[in-house]
């Protein structure tokens, strides 16, 4: 019941560092024995030294950004990588989602294969896979999207999860919905389930809930690495009731994503809010989760009951299928009481639906496409890709 | 490619290490200089940085090109081929990852123009995976060099075909920032005191001592290419290398032309920087004044624009600036939103945060037609033609194709342009069956 992260490009290589920073503290914080054998066993493995390492390989196009991940958590003292869990080369991707899946993915597969083949082979049981990338870029994106696809391969029958990272709408990236869109529509076929976060989100969290005057990228990852641990640490589930789940991925998966059709997953997660108000709040469960329904109803993503009303579900899913309650016992992260929800609905149509529009426009025009073609994706996959995507906005329209 | 000086030097083999063993000792420059003059090559030979260069690096000639395209490019471009091949590529075999060409030459001379573009098609055919950046620095109407319009010309169809990404300046405009520059350090007004070594036309952290002719004015370009490489070399939370810059900023392979600006051009000593000086600078970078080029992009349309930032800057002042500056500025219908952004986290050296932008805009286009207009002016009457005429390799149709090649290059601009004027609507989308 270990999870095996694969950190891609900058941004999955920035996030995993503070997502196995929050399961340490949280499982070390707990004061619980069971839960904090099972957290460990779940994200790291243990030298005869008694050190933590984590269950990660680390792949990135250029090195700055696993040195730096790597010497943070060794000079953390508490947990770290393992020495040889990382690949990386020097020149990066260049944004081209084209470079990332043509050249480096290609180039690199059998590394890449040994390491992730190294971290499951230590595991005694594989819970699952889980891919950190973001869609913009290109290593992230495209090799993301290559190593994904040799992941199926090797692992046919292993639970896969990518964690994907869309970007502000206002750019960061000029060709980011065009790197998007090449990742979306091939993931959708090789993954079991895609969570997502978007940056706008996670910065409107940052700024209206938690009052972070100047907001960074190491703030937006530290939502983003707490409301993720908050799912994955242990917890009691429907399967397994009286001990800590064994099956965490799957139990996830099978509530979640019943048809192959609909595998988008966002995550809420309340209460978000600044440290000094921490120690000042007080909170019930069914205020919470009043507040979590009212979210879901109204698609908004940040703060704000009962989950059984039918009128929330599509009527082709019987009743019990729709809904999965698991709890821990143990406090999350320093909240005295949390909750968070991981719902497969609409919320994500109407970013994806313009990241599609905003990337047709461009395609339309032909902008940029020499660049794709150089490294050898053509006119015609890109139209593939688009026509993928069209059929999933369609699906989550008709919902 | 690896971190801080190794980019652009590298640890020579035999400690060369001077007397006063500065900290540039043991570093050699991954550099090829070429002149077909003496005089300024043994000024670097003599001068401090001397260390870091071998003599073989050095190329050149004892008579130079007279300002003459021709003689630049088809002359000394035959005889030098080899030699210039030889050393690059002994430069290229001592880097373990080679990312980008930098090339830097004025478009006026007949060296620098002439064999320039000749080096830029060598480049392109031994490292064709290699990305080419040209720094490009064009003359101003002005210009004592009554060839520089012939030059310019026949050198830009060069980089329109060969280069990947050129970032054109304009002597003037170098020249309008160091005075503005120097008439704030001597206004004496309170509160208006320059932090010493803090503005983009101080050699800070250089080590030249004495300030010759041009060093100002150099200075700033020389202060373009660190930030630029910045990401490269330090840490950030978002990086941004050469590659990208290339990736983002080039939508068509011909529109390769990036305006460029460098904010702030000074800070003053106040130490505390109120948030409402930080978006000052950001204003700043869209403004005609700050751009290395005499080009107005904020009153023009734009294709992409990056903004690479560099300190104590955080991810909430890009985005709420971008928000802020996005409603005044005007975006190609295909690309409303096309910025590229980068964040690095060691600011320039005597500064604590700055900013770098580069816009694909279609405000090159008057600059071009001025240089267009020079051009055809003088060739009318067939001015000096004989000059070029007479060198092997080239003939007419070199500079009628040069002149088409930029007329052709002024037209793509004024496509766009007219997009600009006609309402904007999405396309229709992509029907599936359902």
Redesign the interface.
């Known amino acids: 019941m270990s999870v095996v992260t694969v950190q891609l490009g900058?941004c999955g290589n920035?996030i995993g560092p503070e997502l196995f920073s929050t399961v340490y503290e949280d499982s070390t914080g707990a004061g619980r024995k069971t839960y904090q054998e099972s957290s460990r066993e779940r994200f790291f493995w243990e030298t005869s030294d008694g050190v933590l390492v984590a269950r990660s390989v680390l792949v990135d196009m250029?090195p700055?950004?696993i040195s730096?991940a790597v010497a943070k958590a060794s000079k953390s003292g508490k947990w770290r990588y393992g020495e040889k869990a990382h690949f990386c080369?020097?020149?990066?991707?260049?944004?081209?989602w084209a470079n990332g899946y043509c050249v480096h993915g290609p180039r690199h597969k059998e590394s890449v294969e040994d390491l992730v083949r190294r971290e499951v082979e230590r595991c005694d049981r594989l819970a699952g896979i889980f891919a950190m990338m973001s869609v913009a870029g290109?290593t992230g994106s495209g090799v993301g999207t290559f190593v994904t696809q040799c992941l199926r391969d090797m692992y046919p029958q292993a639970f896969i999860l990518n964690h994907l990272t869309w970007p502000?709408?206002?750019?960061?990236?000029?060709?980011q919905n065009y790197n998007s869109v090449l990742t979306l529509s091939r993931l959708y076929q090789l993954s079991d389930a895609l969570v997502v976060h978007e940056n706008d989100t996670v910065?409107k969290i940052c700024?209206r809930l938690m009052n972070?005057?100047?907001?960074?990228?190491?703030?937006?990852n530290k939502v983003i690495a707490h409301q993720l641990g908050s799912v994955l640490q242990p917890a009691y589930t429907g399967d397994s009731p009286s001990n800590y789940s064994r099956n965490p991925i799957g139990e996830l998966l099978s509530s979640l994503v019943c048809h192959p059709e609909y595998k988008l997953l966002s995550l809420c997660n309340i209460p978000q809010m600044s440290h000094t108000s921490l120690a000042y709040s007080a909170y019930t469960w069914p205020g919470l989760l009043k507040h979590l329904r009212q979210m879901l109803i109204a698609n908004a993503r940040m703060e704000e009951g009962a989950f059984k009303d039918p009128a929330l579900y599509v009527p082709w899913l019987p009743p019990d299928g729709t809904f999965s309650l698991w709890n821990s016992p143990v406090p999350f992260n320093g909240y005295e009481k949390s909750a968070s929800l991981v719902s497969n609905s609409q919320s994500l149509l109407k970013p994806l639906d313009n990241m599609?529009?905003?990337a047709?426009?461009?395609f339309?025009?032909r902008?940029?496409m020499?660049?794709y073609t150089k490294f050898g994706i053509s006119e015609d996959d890109f139209?593939d890709s688009?026509?993928t995507l069209?059929?999933i906005i369609?699906s989550y329209s008709?919902l | 490619m690896g971190v801080r000086t190794v980019c652009f030097c590298r640890r020579s083999d035999g400690g060369g290490g001077g007397a006063t063993g500065s900290r540039i000792s043991g570093l050699r420059a991954r550099a090829v200089l070429v002149d077909m003059e003496e005089g300024v090559l043994s000024e670097v030979l003599q001068g401090p940085l001397r260390q870091l260069f071998s003599t073989t690096q050095l190329i050149s000639d004892v008579s130079g090109s007279g300002n003459n395209w021709a003689v630049g490019h088809h002359s000394y471009g035959s005889v030098y081929r080899e030699q210039i091949v030889d050393q690059v590529r002994r430069a290229a075999e001592q880097c373990d990852c080679l990312q980008c060409f930098f090339i830097i030459h004025s478009m006026g001379g007949g060296t620098g123009s002439g064999l320039g573009t000749r080096v830029l098609k060598l480049l392109e055919d031994e490292f064709p995976e290699v990305c080419r950046l040209v720094t490009a620095v064009y003359p101003s109407a002005e210009d004592d060099v009554i060839t520089s319009p012939y030059n310019s010309v026949l050198a830009m169809r060069e980089l329109t075909e060969h280069a990947d990404c050129v970032l054109p300046i304009e002597n003037q405009s170098l020249v309008d920032i160091v005075s503005k520059i120097q008439h704030m350090a001597h206004t004496g007004k309170p509160g208006s005191v320059i932090k010493k070594d803090s503005t983009i036309i101080s050699g800070q952290g250089g080590v030249a001592k004495t300030e010759k002719p041009f060093d100002a004015m150099n200075n700033i370009v020389a202060n373009l290419l660190l930030n630029i490489t910045s990401s490269a070399r330090f840490e950030g939370s978002l990086n941004m290398d050469l590659n990208e810059i290339a990736m983002n900023l080039v939508p068509f392979p011909r529109l390769h032309y990036l305006v460029s600006s460098l904010t702030p051009l000074y800070t003053l000593a106040d130490v505390n920087i109120p948030t409402r000086r930080l978006d000052q600078m950001f204003t700043d970078a869209f403004s005609k004044d700050h751009q290395l080029m005499r080009a107005d992009p904020k009153h023009n349309l734009y294709l992409a624009c990056a903004l690479m930032l560099r300190g104590n800057v955080q991810l909430s002042d890009l985005r709420r600036n971008i928000e802020r500056l996005r409603p005044t500025l005007s975006f190609v219908q295909w690309n409303t939103e096309g910025w590229k952004t980068g964040l690095c986290s060691v600011p320039p050296v005597g500064h604590t945060h700055s900013l770098l932008a580069l816009a694909n805009n279609t405000c090159v286009k008057p600059s071009f037609m001025e240089l267009r207009e020079r051009f055809v002016r003088l060739y009318r009457k067939k001015a000096h033609l004989h000059h070029y005429l007479g060198v092997d390799g080239m003939d007419v149709s070199g500079f009628s194709e040069a002149l088409s090649s930029l007329t052709g290059l002024i037209d793509q601009y004024s496509q766009l342009d007219s997009t600009n004027t006609a309402p904007s609507q999405d396309p229709p989308r992509l029907n599936i069956a359902c």
């Open positions: 900058q920035q250029e700055k950004v730096q080369q020097k020149q990066g991707s260049g944004n081209n290109g502000y709408g206002t750019g960061e990236v000029i060709v910065h700024s972070i005057k100047h907001i960074s990228i190491g703030d937006i599609v529009r905003k047709w426009n461009m339309v025009s902008a940029y020499h660049q139209l688009f026509t069209e059929q369609s008709h």
